[in-house]
C-alpha cells in the first residue's frame, strides 16, 4: 500500500497529519503542489498548494510539542528486541529446530538486566504448539526466562484425522504460563493459503509448497503486566492501517510487529517495509516495535521518528527504552475518512465534467 507520502519519512513535521488521516492528507498536498507546478506560469496556481503546505507545516508545529509532553508523562517501558538472523534454509530444516531457539536464547540472556519483556520475531519456534495447551511443559522455548517473552510460533489444532496450523505469537509469562496468544488473521494469499483452495481442494496440487495455515478470530492484545498491553502483529499486518487501527482500540498501548523478512534479502524491500508500518506509530500515537528475523528491526515513537535500529543480517539483540501510551488519535476514531472523501470528490469531479 505505498503512498507517495511515504517518501517523507525523514521530514518528521509533515508526518503529523497522520494522526487524523493517515498518509492521505500528505499525499493529497504533495499531489496538489505538482498540480500547481505543472500550471505554471498560470497567475495564482501556487496560492492554493502553498496554503495546504502551510498548514501541514503550523499543524505539525502545534502538535509535535504536544505528542513530546504526552511521551514524557507516560510510564516508561523497556523493551528487549531480538534478532537471530536464521536463514530461510535453516528455519526450514527440522534438525534444527532446537539450535536455531537456542541462539534466541542466547541473545536474550546477554541483555542485562533484563527488559520488562523479551521480543522474538515470527515463527522462531517451529515444533508447533497446540493451540489451546494451558502449558508450555516440554515445549517451552525459554525456560527459566527472567522476564516475560513474546514469541512467534507455528501453532496447531489436532483433531485425529485433520489438523488445522496457525501462524502465532504466544506471550510466555516470567513464570512460565501462557499469558494469551494472537492467532494472525490477515494471511499471506499463496504463501500460507491458497485462495478458494477450500472450495477446489485440487487447487493445492498446483502449489505444493504453499502453506495451509487457518486465520485467527480477530485483533490480539496481550496483557504484559498492569502497565503494558501488547497489540500484536504478524508478518505485513502492520502495513494494514485498519487492522491496526482495531488492535489499538482494544486497549493496546505499545505495538509490537513480528516478522520474518529473509525472504527480501538485502533487497530496498526490508526498508520499504519499515518506511510503510511507521505510519501505524503516528496514526495511533503509539511507539512501534519491529522484530525481525534478519532485519530491519526497529523501533518507531508516536511521532514516526526511528528511535533504535538493530543491523541488517546480524544475530544481535538490544534493550530499548519506550513510553506507554494512552491517548486516543483522531485517526482512532475516523479512519481513513479523509481518502474516502477524496475518492468521492474525484468520482464527483469526473462525472461533473463529462456531463452533456
Not at 521480543?119 to 525459554?142: A, H, K, M, N, Q
Not at 494469551?180 to 490477515?186: A, E, H, Q, T
Not at 489499538?248 to 513480528?258: D, E, H, S, T
Not at 512501534?288 to 521518528?305: C, Q
Amino acid at each position: 500500500p505505498w503512498r507517495i507520502a511515504h517518501s517523507q519519512r525523514e521530514v518528521t513535521i509533515l508526518l503529523q497529519t497522520g494522526d487524523f488521516g493517515g498518509p492521505f492528507v500528505l499525499s493529497f498536498v504533495m499531489a496538489y503542489v505538482a498540480s500547481g507546478v505543472a500550471r505554471l506560469p498560470r497567475g495564482r496556481a501556487l496560492i492554493g498548494p502553498a496554503v495546504a503546505v502551510l498548514a501541514i507545516l503550523l499543524y505539525g508545529a502545534w502538535r509535535m510539542p504536544q505528542i513530546e509532553r504526552a511521551i514524557a508523562d507516560a510510564p516508561a517501558f523497556r523493551v528487549g528486541v531480538v534478532q537471530g538472523n536464521l536463514l530461510l534454509d535453516e528455519k526450514r530444516q527440522r534438525e534444527l529446530f532446537d539450535s536455531n531457539v537456542a541462539r534466541y536464547r542466547r541473545l536474550s540472556s546477554g541483555l542485562t538486566p533484563p527488559p520488562d519483556v523479551f521480543i522474538w520475531p515470527e515463527t522462531v519456534v517451529e515444533w508447533g504448539i497446540p493451540l489451546e495447551t494451558p502449558t508450555l511443559r516440554g515445549l517451552d522455548p525459554f525456560p527459566n526466562a527472567p522476564a516475560p517473552l513474546l514469541f512467534g510460533a507455528v501453532a496447531y489444532r489436532d483433531y485425529g484425522r485433520q489438523m488445522e496450523w496457525f501462524n502465532s505469537a504466544f506471550l510466555r509469562r516470567a513464570d512460565g504460563s501462557i499469558g494469551g496468544r494472537y492467532d494472525k488473521i490477515v494471511l499471506m494469499p499463496f504463501g500460507e493459503f491458497i485462495p478458494f483452495s477450500g472450495m477446489f481442494p485440487a487447487l493445492k496440487a498446483l502449489s505444493p509448497n504453499t502453506g495451509d495455515f487457518h486465520a485467527g478470530d480477530g485483533p490480539g492484545v496481550l496483557q504484559v503486566d498492569d502497565r503494558a498491553r501488547i497489540g500484536a502483529l504478524i508478518c505485513y499486518e502492520d502495513l494494514l492501517a485498519g487492522h491496526v487501527r482495531r488492535t489499538v482500540a482494544m486497549g493496546a498501548n505499545l505495538i509490537a510487529a513480528m516478522t520474518n523478512d529473509a525472504w527480501f534479502g538485502d533487497s530496498a524491500a526490508l526498508h520499504e517495509h519499515d518506511s510503510l508500518a511507521l505510519w501505524r506509530a503516528v496514526e495511533n500515537r503509539r511507539y512501534l516495535i519491529r522484530a525481525t528475523n534478519t532485519g530491519l528491526s526497529s523501533v518507531t515513537d508516536p511521532l514516526g521518528r526511528t528511535s533504535a535500529t538493530l543491523p541488517k543480517h546480524e544475530a544481535t539483540a538490544a534493550a530499548v527504552g519506550v513510553h506507554l501510551l494512552e491517548i486516543t488519535s483522531p485517526y482512532q476514531r475516523f479512519g481513513d475518512t479523509f481518502g474516502w472523501l477524496c475518492v468521492a470528490a474525484a468520482v464527483s469531479l469526473l462525472i461533473w465534467c463529462r456531463r452533456p
